[in-house]
Nanobody, 126 residues
Framework: QVQLVESGGGLVQSGGSLRLSCVAS????????MAWFRQAAGKEREVVAA????????HYANFVKGRFTISRDNAKNTVYLQMNSLSPEDTAVYYC???????????????????WGQGTQDTVSS
């Protein structure tokens, strides 16, 4: 059973940066793609960024383009989300998710993802 564990969340001022990490708990991890989602209070969960695991093709939601960067370290079974120029609107619980079957990068349908992390709270103060 794959477990995804996020870390790196916290409290930051507007304009600041955070770097999230998501580690898979298994020795051999080779999903088709990984994604970061977020869910703000009272809102639906939305996809933020995604990357294929082997080739590194990326996808970003329009609202984070130019500010967030998704990357992965295959040797460490880890995917990262570097978040810059944060604003209070980025406050949310951030989740990583693994897609094991071939699909569309940046897929928003949660049912397409097979494993989820527990989430990490990111709060941006104004």
């Amino acid at each position: 059973q794959v477990q995804l564990v996020e870390s790196g969340g916290g409290l930051v001022q507007s304009g600041g940066s955070l770097r999230l990490s998501c580690v898979a708990s298994v020795r051999t991890f080779s999903p088709y793609a990984m994604a970061w989602f977020r869910q703000a209070a009272g809102k639906e969960r939305e996809v933020v960024a995604a990357t294929t695991w082997n080739v590194g093709i990326t996808h970003y939601a329009n609202f984070v383009k130019g500010r967030f960067t998704i990357s992965r370290d295959n040797a460490k079974n880890t995917v990262y989300l570097q978040m810059n120029s944060l604003s209070p609107e980025d406050t949310a619980v951030y989740y990583c998710a693994a897609m094991t079957r071939i699909g569309r990068i940046g897929e928003s349908a949660e049912s397409r993802y097979d494993y989820w992390g527990q989430g990490t709270q990111d709060t941006v103060s104004s």
